[in-house]
């Protein structure tokens, strides 16, 4: 829903909904977008990684990132655009220039329903996404995000760890199939997404374990496939990525999206 009768408007509004398993293809916009899941996950795909968005998390694209869209469950979600001059001149001095994933706090919630509200009046509601760009800067990032390695060996190690599902390998063998070596491994990991390679694995894991848990699987089935030797191993491990149990994950990814009057 466009906010603004101009030439080309300042801000823009959409709602969608999706169902389990559809996909965006790869697309880019002119507009910095932010995506918040009201109720279901998806998955957002760059270059440079994948964030995970489970229910009540959203994510932030600046203008021109080339991304696409995996829904893990049944989604609603709601978009706000911003014109590159409007991000220029409306955002905070922090910069708002890299995608991340983030926690909805109460406020950006209420702020969100307030930019969606039909009846609002434009100058109103002009403030109100003004506002949303200063507390996206104030809100600290989710840790659902699994970067990818940019260099050749990096791509090569990533490969042989995301293909290892149960976490059968140890760091020895991922890098001997990597043909690399482990003091090569512990090196670039850090260099190029951020993390070391212990926390990489394990982030991926979870990513992997969500993907499960939206597609119905048992908390205890999702636990056993990704390789934890027990089910408080996983929950604990899972808590710690995502701040949220996997009981508290799938209930949410299944509740309805808030019904109020906007």
């Known amino acids: ?81 911003w014109a590159p001059s409007a991000t220029r001149n409306w955002a905070p001095s922090k910069s708002l220039d890299r995608t991340f994933a983030l926690k909805v706090t109460p406020l950006l919630r209420e702020l969100i329903f307030a930019a969606f509200r039909a009846n609002a009046v434009l100058d109103k509601t002009r403030l109100v996404v003004k506002l949303i760009l200063h507390e996206l800067t104030e809100v600290p990032d989710a840790p659902t995000f699994l970067p990818l390695p940019s260099g050749a060996i990096g791509k090569r190690v990533a490969k042989v760890a995301l293909a290892d599902v149960r976490h059968q390998l140890d760091i020895d063998e991922i890098a001997s199939r990597s043909a690399t070596s482990v003091r090569t491994v512990s090196r670039l990991f850090p260099a190029e997404t951020g993390l070391t390679f212990k926390a990489w694995r394990q982030r991926a894991r979870i990513v992997l374990a969500i993907d499960q848990l939206s597609s119905g699987r048992s908390i205890a089935r999702v636990a056993a496939h990704v390789g934890f030797a027990s089910t408080a191993a996983f929950c604990y491990s899972f808590r710690q990525v995502t701040h949220m149990t996997p009981t508290a994950f799938l209930d949410q990814s299944t509740s309805p999206a808030d019904d109020r009057k906007r």
């Open 1 to 81: 829903m466009t906010r603004q009768s101009a030439e080309r408007p300042l801000f823009r509004t959409r709602r969608g909904s999706k169902a389990r398993g559809s996909s965006v293809v790869l697309h880019a916009h002119d507009e910095a977008q932010l995506i918040y899941a009201a109720s279901g996950a998806m998955q957002v795909h760059t270059a440079y990684g994948r964030w995970l968005v489970p229910p009540q998390l959203a994510v932030w694209l600046p203008a021109g990132v080339a991304h696409r869209l995996d829904v893990l469950s049944d989604s609603d979600f709601w978009m706000i655009y």
